[in-house]
């Protein structure tokens, strides 16, 4: 399994439709790489799995989506701090 492609694919669209379209690829980027700062262990493991198990996949979708809030705050504050 790719990680970074199934953590890019659990992001809500609506979540990436209030992004720039120009700012959304790097959006998500900053998502995976937060997600596997705060869950490395996780990230490593999802590498071998052919698909997220059943049992595992609430758990990983809240944390991509803890992950998304995390990066959409901090580049809020990226935002304000140039102005």
Known sequence: MNQENTI???IP???LAVVAPASRSIWADRIVEKFKEQNPEL???M???RAVPEDDREEVVKKV???ADDVHREMRDERKSSH
């Open 43 to 45: 990230f490593t493991a």
């Open 13 to 15: 669209q609506r979540w």
């Open 8 to 10: 890019k694919s659990m």
């Open 65 to 67: 989506l803890r992950a």
């Open 47 to 49: 590498g071998e799995w």
